[in-house]
Structure formats: structure tokens, C-alpha cells
Nanobody
Framework: QVQLVESGGGLVQAGGSLRLSCAYS????????MGWFRQAPGKEREFVAA????????NYADSVKGRFTISRDNAKNTVYLQMMSLKPEDTAVYYC?????????????????WGQGTQVTVSS
């Protein structure tokens, strides 16, 4: 059974930083790409970042490029999202997800397992 559990969310002032973690349990974490999405109140869920199975390839939404960094530790079955220079518009529930695909990571349908999410609130 695959489980994804996010942690690290919280309340932070604008300009601050947070690091989200997503702990993966199940088979062969290192065989899958991983992604982060977010959903703000009243909005649809949107792509944030993704990373290939090896960590050698990453992809970011334009809105977070240069501020957020996705990484993974295959020995720890964990994917991270380092968020810096946070803005109030980054406030959302952040979800990690698993993908079996080598591309198209910005599309939700490319992901088959999702975590429950962690709340990030950025105050102005």
C-alpha cells in the first residue's frame, strides 16, 4: 500500500521560508517521479514542482521558479519542497503526489497517489 504523508507546513510571514517534506511508504520510491501541487481557498489545485526518479530533472511552475526548490532523498524515501521568499499568494494546502510518467508532470492525471496535504499560510 502506497502512502504519502506531508509535513512542515505552518504560518510564516511574507519573505520567510518553509521546507515541506513528503514521506513515502510503499514499493520502490526511487522508481517514480514526484510532484508538489497546491490548492488555495476557492481555487483549483495547481502544479507547483516536480522531480524525476533520479532527481536529475526538475520542473517548476512559473509562479514559484527561482523561489522554490524541489529535491529528493531516495535513501529516505522523502521528497522536499524548499520554499523561500514566500508571498501571501503562496497560501494554500500543499500536496505531494507520485507519478509513473517521465514527462507531463504539470498535469494532475499523470499522478496516481496523493497525500492528504499540509497547510501553508503566509501572512502579509
Amino acid at each position: 500500500q502506497v502512502q504519502l504523508v506531508e509535513s512542515g507546513g505552518g504560518l510564516v510571514q511574507a519573505g520567510g521560508s518553509l521546507r515541506l517534506s513528503c514521506a513515502y511508504s510503499g514499493r520502490t520510491f526511487s522508481s517514480y517521479a514526484m510532484g508538489w501541487f497546491r490548492q488555495a481557498p476557492g481555487k483549483e489545485r495547481e502544479f507547483v514542482a516536480a522531480i524525476s526518479w533520479s532527481g536529475g530533472s526538475t520542473n517548476y511552475a512559473d509562479s514559484v521558479k527561482g523561489r522554490f526548490t524541489i529535491s529528493r532523498d531516495n535513501a529516505k524515501n522523502t521528497v522536499y519542497l524548499q520554499m523561500m521568499s514566500l508571498k501571501p499568494e503562496d497560501t494554500a494546502v500543499y500536496y505531494c503526489a507520485r507519478s509513473r510518467y517521465g514527462s507531463g508532470w504539470s498535469v494532475e492525471s499523470k499522478y496516481d497517489y496523493w497525500g492528504q496535504g499540509t497547510q501553508v499560510t503566509v501572512s502579509s
